[in-house]
C-alpha cells in the first residue's frame, strides 16, 4: 500500500510502497478515510534530532489525526462492525499506569519507557491506505462525515479538553473568553467556547481572514498590534477576561495573554511554539493562574464527536488526495493552508 513516512530526522517525508499491516491481538484495522496533518509532525521530521525520545525515532508512517472504516478485527476484538465509521483517540500510553486509567494516556506516567507515543507518533500513522489502532482507541462516529472528522482527534479534542479545564472561570454572567490564534485549533476553539459557554467570545490574530470567520460565529475581534491588550481589556469594561487560551504559545502571545487576564483568571497555554514569560508577583493578578495543556482524554474525545454530530462544531478543511499528501505538508510549512489539510487515500 501506499504510505507517507518519516524517515530520517531533519527529512522531509517521502511518499513510498509499503507492507499493508496486520492487526495484532485487541487491535484493529481501519481503511483510512482521513488523515489530518499536523504542525506536530512537521516539529518530528524538521526539528527533531537523534537526541529526540526514543519513542519518536523513525522511521514510521505519519498521521496522528485519523479515521476510517472497519475493515478488519484482531484476536480477541469483537462488537465492531466491517464498514462502520470510527475516529481515533491518538496517544497511546502504557496502559497501566493512573492517568491511562482515568484515559488520559498524553500524561502516561512511563511515557519515557514507552516504545511510542501513538498513532503517527512513532507508531505507525494513518497517512496511508489502512492503518492498526488499539481497539480501545476507537470513538465511533454513527453516519456523521468521517473526513472531516478526522482532525477532531487532535485540533478538536485540544481545545476541547482546555477549555472544559477552565469552564468553572467561565461560570455565571459577565464572562470573558480570550482566544489568541485563529488557526484550526483557535477556530474550533471558538466555536466550543461559544457553544460551552455564555461568556463573551473575543478573538485575536494577525489575519483578517481568520478573524472574520471568528467573527460569523459570534466573536469578537482584535487584530494584532501595539495596543492588542488595552483593546482587548476595554471590551471586557476594564478587567480584564476569565479565561484566556493562547494556541500559539510564542512569548508575544504569551505576554498578550498573560496581560489581557483578570484577578482569578486562568491563562492557558495550548500552542507549543517554544515561548517563555517572565513571572512577577507585581504584576500578576492576584489569584491568576497561567497553566498549559496537552491533548485529551478519550472521554473527552467521545465528547466532542457528539458536539460534532449535534453540528455544534464545524471543522474546514481542504481534502488531499494521498499522492498529493506531501504538496500537504508543504503547503503547511510555508504557511499557505486556510483550513486543516486531510489527506484522503481512498479517493476525495
Not at 30 to 43: I, P, Q, W, Y
Not at 83 to 94: E, K, T
Not at 98 to 126: F, H, I, K, M
Not at 291 to 304: C, F, K, P, R
Amino acid at each position: 500500500m501506499r504510505a507517507i513516512v518519516f524517515e530520517d530526522f531533519k527529512t522531509f517525508p517521502t511518499l513510498k510502497d509499503v507492507d499493508k499491516p496486520t492487526p495484532g491481538p485487541g487491535d484493529v484495522l481501519l481503511k483510512v478515510a482521513g488523515a489530518g496533518a499536523c504542525h506536530s509532525d512537521v516539529s518530528i521530521y524538521d526539528e527533531f534530532t537523534a537526541d529526540s525520545p526514543v519513542a519518536f525515532r523513525p522511521p514510521f508512517v505519519l498521521g496522528h489525526e485519523n479515521s476510517g472504516w472497519i475493515e478488519e478485527l484482531g484476536e480477541g476484538v469483537s462488537g465492531f462492525q466491517k464498514g462502520d465509521a470510527y475516529l481515533v483517540y491518538g496517544p497511546i500510553g502504557c496502559g497501566r499506569c493512573r492517568a491511562c486509567s482515568r484515559g488520559q494516556d498524553t500524561y502516561c506516567e512511563n511515557a519515557a519507557t514507552n516504545p511510542y507515543a501513538g498513532v503517527g507518533l512513532g507508531r505507525d500513522g494513518g497517512m496511508a491506505e489502512y492503518v492498526t489502532v488499539p481497539a480501545r482507541n476507537l470513538v465511533p462516529l454513527g453516519d456523521a462525515d468521517p473526513i472531516a472528522a478526522a482532525p477532531l482527534s487532535d485540533a478538536g479534542l485540544t481545545p476541547y479538553h482546555a477549555i472544559k479545564e477552565s469552564l468553572p472561570n467561565l461560570a455565571g454572567g459577565g464572562k470573558h473568553a480570550l482566544v489568541i490564534g485563529l488557526g484550526g485549533l483557535g477556530q474550533i476553539g471558538v466555536q466550543m467556547l461559544t457553544a460551552l459557554t455564555g461568556a463573551t467570545v473575543i478573538a485575536t490574530d494577525m489575519k483578517d481572514d481568520a478573524m472574520a470567520k471568528a467573527e460569523a460565529v459570534g466573536a469578537l475581534t482584535v487584530p494584532g498590534g501595539p495596543d492588542q491588550v488595552e483593546k482587548i481589556r476595554e471590551l471586557t469594561g476594564g478587567k480584564g477576561v476569565d479565561a484566556a487560551f493562547d494556541f500559539v504559545g510564542a512569548s508575544a502571545t504569551i505576554s498578550v495573554a498573560a496581560k489581557s487576564i483578570a484577578y482569578k483568571g486562568r491563562c492557558t497555554i495550548v500552542g507549543i511554539a517554544g515561548g517563555t514569560f517572565e513571572w512577577s508577583f507585581f504584576t500578576n493578578p492576584y489569584e491568576a493562574t497561567l497553566t498549559n495543556t496537552y491533548w485529551g482524554t478519550i472521554e473527552e474525545l467521545h465528547e466532542v464527536v457528539d458536539m460534532y454530530r449535534a453540528g455544534q462544531i464545524h471543522p474546514e478543511v481542504e481534502q488531499f488526495s494521498l499522492e498529493d499528501g506531501l504538496d500537504a505538508y508543504r503547503k503547511l510549512q510555508a504557511g499557505e493552508l486556510s483550513a486543516r489539510a486531510v489527506v484522503v487515500p481512498h479517493g476525495k
